[in-house]
């Protein structure tokens, strides 16, 4: 049986209501297909495709997870619209 994830996203820009509910209809297929309770990279990469699926080509999901957030069996991304930020490692 899987693990349930928390996730706790960041999005940017969190004020553009159209990339907003795309995550939304992205993170709720993940819920669905139960990608949040595997690796965080796995569903981070998902993510990433769905949203480009929706019409948003450079959006990027950067998974920030750190030993406490595992205990917790917490996930944070960092989801962006327009591409990484500059000096993020691929």
């Known amino acids: 049986m899987a693990t349930e994830v928390q996730l706790e996203a ?3 820009p969190w004020d ?3 990339f907003v509910a795309a ?3 992205a993170r709720a297929t993940l819920e ?3 990608a949040l309770a595997g690796s965080c990279q796995a ?3 998902r993510a990433q495709a769905l949203l480009r699926e ?8 950067e998974c920030v997870r750190t030993v406490d ?3 917790r069996r917490t996930v944070h991304w960092v989801v ?3 591409g990484p930020s500059p000096g993020t490692r691929r």
């Not at 929706?54 to 999901?61: C, F, L, Q, R, T």
Request: charged residues 30%; aromatic residues 6%.
């Open 43 to 45: 569903a981070a990469l």
């Open 32 to 34: 669905a297909e139960g």
């Open 69 to 71: 957030d595992v205990l």
């Open 16 to 18: 553009d209501p159209g």
């Open 23 to 25: 995550f939304d209809r």
């Open 54 to 61: 929706a019409g948003y080509p450079a959006a990027s999901v």
């Open 80 to 82: 962006r619209r327009d």
């Open 10 to 12: 960041k999005l940017v």
